[in-house]
């Protein structure tokens, strides 16, 4: 039936979705880890990592912006509504420019290259090499902000033993799809880290939003699905979202939450 061709349809779409977001992280990983050795090449184990993985950085890069294309496609059939963006793209290609900068530069003759690194030993950030963070992706999708939020605050925000660099590479490397939109504009360096950090708390970290994206998911639900207990559930869940535009908003949001689980 045509009807269960287009579910068939739609969940491979979504299969596929879900398989290429996992190469688009493994392969931005990729490029970023490139990236931080490029970033202070005095250490011998950065130079030796550059030269090992540069010949795989093209391909890597190349496919990576194909995938994202993709990704988009796959996102704007399935989500209609969702926001497309290439943001993503932007920041790799920025990363890939400045590897391919510093190898060159790498592979200059020694004499050429002591000026220079005379000049930059000074600015370079001590190399912290940490181990990989579980941290989830973040689309964009209000109902994931929340455990995006508290993943990220407390294994990367609030670490201090972390620099600004490292904290924006994590939280970069975490982002697509409309999420990365609102970073647009705003230049990848390290002193923009608290302003893309905040930039994204200011738009996702809104208890209103929240109440009516949890609102918006429960009348969704189709009547002829609700058992007369889920409908009861689902009554008491508006009148908490109701409460919280007059002003109770932490706790109730908090309910909401709990409700919808």
Known sequence: MAGDDDTDSSAERGVELKVLTGKQEQSFKFVQELHDA?????????AQLLERRISSLEHIYTDYVKTAERVNILTAILKPTAKISF???????????????KFVELKKPTVDRN????????????????????????????GEWPMFFEIFKAN????QALPDSHKLQYLLSKLGGS???????????????????????????????????????????????????????????????SRVVIGQQIVLVNQLAMCVI
């Open 115 to 142: 000026s220079t690194n005379v000049q930059a030993g000074v600015q370079q950030d001590t190399s912290i090499r940490l181990k990989p963070l579980d941290i989830p992706m973040f689309m964009g999708e209000q």
């Open 87 to 101: 943001t993503d793209v932007s920041t790799i290609q920025e990363m890939y420019g400045y590897i391919k900068f």
């Open 156 to 159: 990367v925000h609030s670490n």
């Open 179 to 241: 999420a990365l939109s609102v970073c647009a504009g705003i230049p990848p360096s390290n002193e923009n880290y608290l302003v893309i950090y905040n930039a994204l708390v200011d738009k996702y970290q809104d208890t209103r939003n929240l109440a009516t994206h949890y609102l918006d998911n429960i009348l969704q639900f189709k009547a002829s699905k609700l058992t007369v207990m889920a409908l009861s559930n689902k009554i008491i869940c508006v009148s908490i979202v």
């Open 38 to 46: 490029a970033r202070n090449l005095q250490l011998e184990a950065n």
